[in-house]
């Protein structure tokens, strides 16, 4: 109320329906946008106060005055596989690394690294795929992490197990022997070449020896200059009378073993297995074991025995076969091996050797997996978790971060509505490996839930005291009251007893008075 030359002038206070000087018009209570963006609002039509929103879209709920987005990943409501990413309104799926979104936007399959390509394996390994990651082993012949491979000389580890000579290759090795022997079956085992029996390489007589062979001739003969023919030195050349003697058929024979009989002479010789004795006439047995002339196979040598005239051979421990030939077993094809599940056989000539697989740890007959997380010893990018696995490990980005695992970028969440839970009405600042959400101006709350900040009832407006503040979705208005003239922020009493206005309604024989806000009449005297 206020009181001017003993008049007392009362400002009309409107019902929430109403509005205007004299409370005459109604309020439009959709003014200040309360219902949901995209929502009608319906003003309620005086006496009637307030308004009414129309339903709210699927992914919404409604508290009755606004709709609010409906988080499906919360309430368990989605579909999602693996992953639930929220969105305003509705919400989306995303898969873990190592998996792909399947069609329907919901599911997730394995992306099978080692078949598209993708995964970082060397050459020289074998790519195993797995659930969401793969492995990398090195092939047969090449050692190292899977990622990294390089050959094995095997040459420079016992010789390859080879006898004679070791030849390395790239991921293989070969073995060959020395002149005057050749290759057993096990492609390790060299064994000598009977040139004799093979090739009958001499004129007479084939002596085989170890590794090699020599020629001799018959009595009467000499051995010529190239060590194969032989010549005749018959004394009975022509101009002589002789005769052939057969001293053989005389009884007893000349000879302890063998005679035979030649031109002009004759020659003794041992039973096979014997040899003469010092009187050159006798013969005694030959201990072929202990000269070293039997032909028992290198494999056998330790188990030569001596027989009268002859020998036995038997093939060592980790081979088999008659003796003069021996075989290896292969104790890593026949399963006769004692290593551990998580190493590698390799068979060795007579024998074999366990070798842990990368990853593992031991003597290859126990094996124990290296945990490369714990001690360091893993490529995962700084921007990862390192997950240990038997006899690998794998790389997951952080939450933030995608990538493989060994290199790990910032996903830059605020690009897409995708990989943030902003509000709406809230700004998204991406930071390295997160995100942050600020509600907008006018605006208040976490930026993951953002709610009109009533600016008015908070007095949080620069509106003059002479105007009405109105409250408005993220902002508000400031409208001077009646009497006064302005842009709201700034208001000026307005003199409605200006001859140049009609805006008061003094009556005639009657004086305006002005005031501030308003004005009265006054009577004229009379």
């Known amino acids: ?36 963006e995209n929502i009608t609002c319906t003003d309620n039509l005086a006496p009637q106060a ?7 879209p699927i992914g919404y709920i409604v508290d009755g005055r606004k709709c609010y987005d409906l988080n499906e990943c919360e309430n368990g409501t989605h579909q999602c596989n693996q992953t639930c990413i929220n969105e305003d309104g509705s919400y989306s799926c995303q898969c873990l690394p190592g998996y792909q979104l399947d069609n329907d936007k919901k599911g997730c399959t394995d992306i099978d690294e080692c078949t598209f390509g993708n995964a970082n394996c060397s050459y020289l390994a074998i790519c195993i795929n797995q659930p969401g990651l793969y492995e990398c082993i090195c092939k047969l012949g090449y050692q190292g992490n899977g990622y990294t ?25 070969t073995c060959s022997c020395n002149s005057g022997y050749e290759l057993s079956n096990d492609q390790h085992t ?28 018959y009595q009467g003969f000499q051995l010529n200059s190239d060590g194969f023919t032989c010549n005749n030195t018959n004394p009975c050349s022509p101009g002589h009378n002789c005769s052939q003697i057969y001293e053989c058929d005389a009884s007893p024979s000349p000879c ?71 075989t290896d077993v292969n104790e890593c094809t026949l399963n006769s091996n004692v290593c551990s599940a998580n190493s ?33 010893l ?10 240990n696995n038997n006899g690998s490990y794998t790389c997951f980005c952080n939450s933030g971060y995608t990538g493989t695992g060994f290199i790990c970028e910032d996903i830059n969440e605020c690009f897409t509505n995708n990989y943030n839970q902003c509000h709406t009405n809230a700004n998204c600042i991406n930071n390295v490996g997160s995100y942050l959400c600020k509600c907008k101006l006018g605006y208040t709350g976490n930026g993951k839930s953002c709610v009109d900040e009533n600016e008015c009832s908070s007095s949080h407006h620069n509106c003059s005291s002479f105007a009405q503040c109105i409250n408005t979705m993220g902002s508000y ?24 206005t009609t805006t008061n309604k003094c009556v005639d024989n009657s004086t305006c008075l002005n005031v501030n806000g308003s004005y009265i009449c006054k009577c004229d005297p009379g």
């Not at 307030?50 to 709210?56: A, E, F, Q, V």
């Open 1 to 36: 109320m206020v009181r001017i030359e003993n008049i007392d002038l009362v400002e009309c206070i409107c019902d929430p329906a109403w509005t205007g000087d004299y409370c005459t018009s109604d309020f439009d209570a959709c003014a200040d946008q309360p219902c949901f």
């Open 50 to 56: 307030g308004y009414t929103c129309s339903h709210c």
């Open 149 to 173: 491979c390089f050959d094995i000389d095997e040459c420079n580890i016992t010789n390859g197990n080879c006898d004679h000579l070791c030849n390395n290759t790239e991921g293989n090795y």
């Open 190 to 217: 060299c064994v000598d070449i009977d040139e004799c029996n093979r090739y009958n390489p001499c004129d007479q007589q084939c002596i085989n020896t170890i590794g090699s062979y020599s020629c001799q001739c």
């Open 256 to 326: 302890y073993h063998q005679c035979t009989n030649t031109m002009g002479n004759y020659t003794c010789n041992c039973l096979a297995g014997y040899k003469f004795r010092v009187d050159g006439w006798t013969c005694e047995d030959i201990n072929e074991c202990a000269t070293g002339v039997d032909t028992c196979s290198i494999n056998a040598i330790s188990n030569c025995s001596n027989t009268n005239g002859s020998y036995r051979c038997q093939c060592n421990e980790g081979f088999i076969g008659n003796g003069l030939v021996c």
């Open 344 to 376: 590698r056989c390799f068979n060795n000539i007579g024998s074999y050797t366990c070798s842990c697989y990368p990853g593992y740890t031991g003597n290859g007959k126990t094996c124990s997996d290296i945990n490369e997380c714990s001690l360091g």
């Open 378 to 387: 893993h490529n995962c990018s700084i921007h990862s978790k390192c997950v």
């Open 477 to 500: 208005q400031c409208q001077c009251r009646s009497g006064y003239n302005g842009d709201g922020y700034t208001c000026h009493d307005t003199n409605e007893c200006n001859s140049t």
